[in-house]
Structure formats: C-alpha cells, structure tokens
C-alpha cells in the first residue's frame, strides 16, 4: 500500500520568493501533521489537521507560514517570502485519527534550501 | 528550551553487542515516549514506545526503558546488527488532555553497528 509522499523532494528558491510544499496522506488517515527539522536538530511540530480542519497551529513559526487542507486528504505548506532561516526538511506525517493511539506515518520529507 | 534531549550525537557498537541509547525529558507532562529510527532520505519510522504506567516494554531486539524519577528513559538494542545502522530519535507527548498528538523530538542519535 501507498505510504505518505511529499513532493518536491528537494526545492531550492531564492531569498524572498514562495514556495509551497505538498503532502499526500496515507488514504483514510483523518489526521495530518507537518514538522520540520533544521540542521542537527530534532523534528519541530509546525501544524496538525483534523480532517480539513487545523486545531493546533501552534508550531508555525510565524506568519509567513501557512497551511491547508482539502479533501481530508492533500496538504499544502506554503511559505512567503522565503528567509534562508527557513532551509530544512519539512516532514509530513498522517495517522488514522489525532490521538497517540494511533501512529504516526513519516513521508520523506522535503528538503527546502533557501539561498 | 530543549524539552527531550539526546545527549549523544553519535554511538558507534561492534555487531552482535548491545547498543544503548539514551534520552532525557524536562517536561512533567510527558507521559508517553517514543522511539522512531530514521534512515538518510526516509522519514522516521516508529519503532517502540512506553507509557509511564510501564518501566520496561520489550519488542524482540528491541527494549526500552523507563525511569520516570529520573525523567530518563533508554533503548536498548541487542544484539545490534549492521541494518540497525540509522539515526534513532526520542519523542515524547502527554498521553492525555488536548494535546495528545503533538510529538516532542530530541536531536537524534546516529548509531553505527560495524561488521
């Protein structure tokens, strides 16, 4: 079966533009979640969805950040006005609902470098 | 404020040894713990947990404990084999309340198992 897939794998933009990543959840899986980690760092949670709805966004580091969710299903996380603080690897995961209980499934992770 | 931390970046063990690697919370709150095992340009992979009614949970080669006084917990890997060769990260969250879900990483622990 399909596991979670992220698209694009690596995206290099320059200082200042837009960038948007995308995520393709597991089918079925109500609950999404977008981290990020930055060079020698643990994963930072950014963002969860419950279905197409975000309880938590708590983890956006700031307003340039911004995420959706359609369809239960595909999210994007878009990024303005991109700094170079932003390079990391923006990793998505889904689980079948939002509790421990149930795993959380890794994609890839996109590797976004800002120069 | 680091709240789950992996004091070594790196652990190198001869093949057929026991590996141990361990993690260390701040957070009272914590109340569930994670161990996922991440290999280079694959997402993290969840490996075995524990919740803090248990002080031990084994799974095969995998076994993790947990010492809630200390706020310490480890994962022990015996014996180590050369597949077992990945980056391992410690994750913590409140078991219950809202924000059940939400995953706490430390840095990573690169675990070498040499031939």
């Known amino acids: 079966g399909a596991g979670v897939s992220q698209s694009p794998s690596n995206k290099v933009t320059e200082k200042g533009k837009d960038v948007e990543l995308r995520c393709d959840p597991i089918s079925g899986h109500t609950a999404l979640y977008w981290y990020r980690q930055r060079l020698g760092q643990g994963l930072e949670f950014l963002i969860y969805f419950q279905g197409n709805s975000a309880p938590d966004k708590s983890g956006l580091p700031s307003d340039r950040f911004s995420a959706e969710r359609t369809g239960e299903s595909v999210s994007t996380l878009t990024i303005q006005r991109t700094q170079q603080e932003d390079s990391a690897v923006y990793l998505c995961?889904?689980?079948?609902?939002?509790?421990?209980?149930?795993?959380?499934?890794f994609g890839p992770g996109t590797r976004l470098t800002v120069t | 404020d680091q709240q789950v931390k992996q004091n070594s970046p790196s652990l190198s063990v001869q093949e057929g040894r026991i590996s141990i690697l361990n993690c260390d919370y701040t957070?009272?709150?914590?109340?569930?713990f994670l161990w996922y095992k991440k290999y280079p340009a694959e997402g993290p992979t969840f490996l075995i947990s524990i919740s803090s009614i248990k002080d031990k949970n084994e799974d095969g080669r995998f076994t993790v404990f947990l010492n809630k006084s200390a706020k310490h917990l480890s994962l022990h890997i015996v014996p180590s084999q050369p597949g077992d060769s990945a980056v391992y990260f410690c994750a913590a969250s409140p078991l219950t309340g809202g924000s059940n879900y939400k995953l706490t990483f430390g840095k990573g622990t690169l675990l070498t198992v040499n031939p």
């Open positions: 995961a889904s689980s079948l609902a939002g509790t421990l209980t149930y795993e959380q499934y």
């Open positions: 957070n009272s709150m914590f109340d569930y």
